[in-house]
């Protein structure tokens, strides 16, 4: 599957299949269907980019680094 992805799309940096799952809640393979069952060429752009540039909140980013608005509330209520 990560063959197809990365030869078909063009999606050559892929995290392994668990991360994937935890970034965007679809497996590869059900991605790939997916994106295989697009009408049109555009579509598929545009589902490629919802999926990984969306504004949602992900897991994107480095492992273990909060969010600004987090980490400023936690530290508000460690000072009090």
Do not use: C, W
């Amino acid at each position: 599957m990560l063959k197809k992805l990365q030869k078909t799309y063009g999606l050559k940096h892929l995290p392994n299949e668990e991360r994937f799952y935890e970034m965007f809640k679809v497996s590869r393979k059900d991605f790939y269907q997916k994106l295989e069952s697009a009408p049109n060429a555009e579509t598929v752009e545009n589902m490629i980019m919802e999926t990984f540039y969306s504004t949602k909140e992900t897991t994107h980013g480095r492992r273990g680094v909060m969010g600004l608005s987090n980490a400023i509330e936690r530290l508000r209520r460690i000072e009090t």
